[in-house]
């Protein structure tokens, strides 16, 4: 009953009449339904946004119909088809362990002796990944240079590498610098999470000879300044745009094990962050694992006041929520309670 039961949405975008008015009878002929302008029936107006509503057996039925239609509903079917293939993953969480003395996070900041004894423990708790970084991406923050770098992460990597921590977790570099990603790459790191989307074509070249995951991250600007003023006209199809072009070319380079992550808080504003967490089923038809990271961050204050240190319930409500959209791994400051979040969930879920 599964299918009978649940319901999907599709937002379609200037649509041209003909076709809003045949998926509208297509739709209708077997129990779905498109919602449409009220000039569409006479076609008073050349296009339409429209609303479909279909259950996944509907949808299949409905696909099956446009591609053999004009006016562009073929590739609709095409586009429709792609969120039926999807596997939904099961969540993971990602703990994070921040190697400099800057980040927002103050908790989260680790000297290099204690990063081995922090990732233990998050393993223990739970975690499937656990993410180092050595340079702060936070509003206003600037870059300090691949050597200096590489020279905070090396005690770090070393530790975890000698202790063969790569047998127990995923580990994963937060950097956009080759020098960085490689001397992570040659100790057993198995994944490269890049703010800038893979921008750099030697990431790409590196996530493809290692055959590692590479993370595709949306970010409008640079850190610098990418929180000044924030625009889009459609946040959630310009996120989109970027993960096809990302895509693209990290698949051209030969980098095929993907996982993609909005940006929450990358240059955006509150609106644009909440419409993309609620609408991150949206990027399911690209068929790779989505990664969401809204730990702790300022679009939790705007909503509800609160410190650094007082964001955890804000934080585990974006991230369950973003999970039951199809959010495959968690990044957080908090494992523990990220964990517990989750097996209450499952354990609703499968009740």
């Not at 923050?141 to 127990?168: C, H, T």
């Not at 100790?187 to 493809?208: C, E, H, P, Q, S």
């Not at 949206?282 to 694992?289: A, C, I, P, T």
Request: with cysteine; proline share 4%.
């Amino acid at each position: 009953m599964l299918d009978k039961a649940r319901v999907d949405r599709f937002l379609l975008k200037n649509l041209p009449c003909g076709a809003a008015n045949i998926l509208k009878q297509d739709a209708l002929s077997i129990g779905a339904d498109l919602a449409v302008s009220r000039d569409t029936p006479s076609c008073a107006a050349a296009y339409t946004d429209a609303v479909l509503c279909a259950t996944p057996s509907q949808l299949q039925k409905l696909i099956d119909k446009e591609k053999t239609q004009p006016f562009g509903l073929k590739k609709i079917a095409e586009e429709l088809s792609a969120f039926l293939g999807v596997k939904r993953e099961e969540t993971r969480v990602m703990g994070v362990i921040n190697i400099n003395d800057d980040s927002f996070n103050p908790a989260s900041r680790t000297k290099p002796i204690n990063a081995l004894n922090r990732a233990e423990q998050m393993i223990e708790h739970g975690a499937a990944y656990i993410d180092i970084g050595a340079v702060s991406s936070r509003p206003g923050s600037i870059s300090i240079g691949p050597s200096e770098e590489l020279e905070r992460l090396k005690p770090a990597i070393d530790a975890m590498y000698q202790a063969k921590m790569y047998e127990k977790a995923i580990f994963s570099l937060d950097s956009y610098e080759p020098l960085a990603i490689a001397y992570a790459l040659d100790r057993g790191f198995g994944l490269i999470n890049d703010i800038t989307g893979g921008k750099d074509g030697r990431v790409l070249k590196l996530a493809a000879e290692y055959n590692v995951e590479l993370c595709v991250m949306h970010m409008q600007g640079e850190p610098k300044t990418m929180q000044v003023n924030p625009r889009y006209d459609d946040v959630v199809e310009e996120v989109s745009g970027f993960f096809a072009k990302r895509i693209e070319a990290a698949n051209r380079a030969g980098a095929k094990r993907l996982i993609l992550d909005a940006g929450i808080g990358f240059g955006k504003n509150l609106s644009d962050n909440l419409k993309l967490i609620a609408s991150y089923s949206h990027f399911l038809r690209f068929g790779y694992k989505l990664l969401i990271g809204a730990s702790r961050k300022s679009l939790i204050d705007a909503i509800s006041p609160a410190q650094v240190s007082d964001r955890l319930g804000g934080t585990i409500a974006l991230h369950i929520k973003a999970a039951e959209y199809g959010a495959a791994i968690v990044r957080c400051h908090d494992v523990f309670e990220h964990i517990q979040a989750l097996k209450v969930l499952e354990a609703i879920a499968k009740s």
